[in-house]
């Protein structure tokens, strides 16, 4: 790779970060531009339970795996081609791993996505990677892209984006910019008045970015497949000015077109901040009128304003091609992605036979029912563990009895429906004709630390936070740095700050209006207020509230420690998951019996065969 390029159709990356779409727009793009290999390598996320895992992602229509490992350093081990490292931490931690990436050998490229790194740690990132011949795009970045080779995260959007800009295949433009959300926009321009982009960079809106307009110009200016330049300034900084210098010397000759946003600034009180922390005008140099006009005196094609950008480029590329500069590209129809079976089935233009009958109970909507009848309204009307039993075994309404705590707790954890690992082997084992004792034994066999476990331990991890006097921060730092793991009993694979599991308020209502005091619960909501801030389903689920709530069950109960302490050790909460989820195990089972079910198979579509 020449020095001037940053991305070629090898490059690979490491994306530091467990983003789904981003990673899948990654490997869309890399299908329609037709390259040999996906560009995403591996993938770092720090709180997985193994040092190695894997990720299932689409390649066109079929699916492949890509390794998920637990440290940038076990990657960068395994994938010494990679050399770029796209970072997703947050603005917390983007500066340790931006660090780390910049000090590892084999990475020569870091995006920085985060906004609002402060700026201290900024410049010390971008000493360092000065120090070691290495470039950074971003802070405060989409990233950017090579048009038919490589394309950083969601740069340019949806596959739908970048194929009406024909970014699937090169052009003959370079184009950088401060803005990535004008990044799109201008890759659409672009391509309705040339061949295309060739190259295209945000730099970051921060006002300390690891690499400025010039350098990628300069790059631009070294590279024969670039034929003009676009650039896309913006009001504040003084960056612009060495663009300036750069014509007036000879460095940049290539036509280049340039506009800097923000004119309309002049209508506004001094020191209004445009969008980034680097739009804003500081002097009157810093305005976007002053730039334009020092940009136009020095030969820069400026348009009048931004309405006519598109008609400078479009007279610039008709100009070199007239001269012969620019020679006619060969252009293909990039293959089409397969729609994902979601979006089709939603949209009704595909139908799949389902795999099995359940008529006893459904977890898919907002609120859980059990034979038709909502948790909410089993809950509310106080009806008894009987009712939930003949709801679930007989499919019956059995007369109700006085609820308590532990009730309450079977009620809610009788059944989650048929998908969870437990109900499901106990319905495959009763297809298979075996008898109620060993399909139930089937499906307990599955409880342990994945499934119902998050009981027991999240009871485990907050006694003890509350009992040794942790205040939640140390808690939540205790249980990342020193134990390594997810807090059990915290997050939510669906439900949210604004999406609540109607379960886990039904629970913390009766606690507050039943229990005279709940030290536990009042500790966990706490911890939730701090995690929730992080991201909104690091909620407390159900599990979680449940073993929570138990621990003040205890205290309310006039135990000494060594009795409490016995209570969980002897798995009291483990056996009211067993005992709670044998009621709907056993429905399920009957179900199938009732059906006459046959023996089931796993569908082939629903397998990766990943072996060679």
Known sequence: MEDYELFNRDSQAIVYGFQRNAIQRM??????????????????????????????????????????????????????????LINFSSFRSSHPTSKEALETESIRVLVIIAEGMPERQSRELIKLAKEKNKIIIGPATVGGIRAGAFKIANTAGTIENIIKSKLYRPGSVGFVSKSGGMSNEMNFMISQNTDGILEGIAIGGDRYAGSLLIDHILRYEANPQVKMIVCLGEIGGMDEYSIVEAVKDGRVKKPL????????????????????????????????????????????IVPESYDTFGDKIRETFEKLKAEGKIEPLEDFEPPQIPQDYGKAAVQGIVRRPTDVVVTISNERGDILTYNGVPIDKIIS?????????????????????????????LKLTADHGPAVSGAHNAIVTARAGKDLMASLASGILTIGPRFGGAISDAAKYFKMALDSGKHPPDFINYMKDVVGINIPGIGHRIKSVQNPDIRVTLLKKFVNENFPKHPYLDYALEVEKLTTQKRNN??????GCIGICFLDLMENLDLTLEEKQDVLDTEVLNGLFVLGRSIGMMGHIFDQKRQRAALYRQPWDEILYASK
């Open 27 to 84: 490997l869309d793009f890399d299908f329609v531009s037709k390259r040999d290999k996906p560009s995403v390598a591996a993938i770092i996320r720090p709180t997985q339970a193994g040092a190695i895992g894997y990720h299932k992602v689409f390649w066109g229509g079929k699916e492949i795996v890509i390794p998920i490992y637990k440290t940038l350093e076990l990657a960068a081990k395994n994938h010494t081609t990679a050399d770029v």
């Open 538 to 543: 690091l909620i407390l689920n159900v599990d």
């Open 257 to 300: 077109v340039m506009w800097v946003t923000g004119t309309s600034s002049k209508i506004f009180p001094a020191g209004v901040q445009f969008g980034h922390a680097g739009a804003m005008a500081g002097s009157d140099m810093e305005t976007a009128d002053a730039k334009n006009k020092a940009l136009a005196e020095v030969g820069i």
């Open 381 to 409: 009307e106080e009806l008894s563990l009987g009712y939930v039993i003949g709801l679930l075994w007989l499919k019956k309404e059995l007369p109700p009895f006085a609820a308590k705590y532990i009730e309450l707790v």
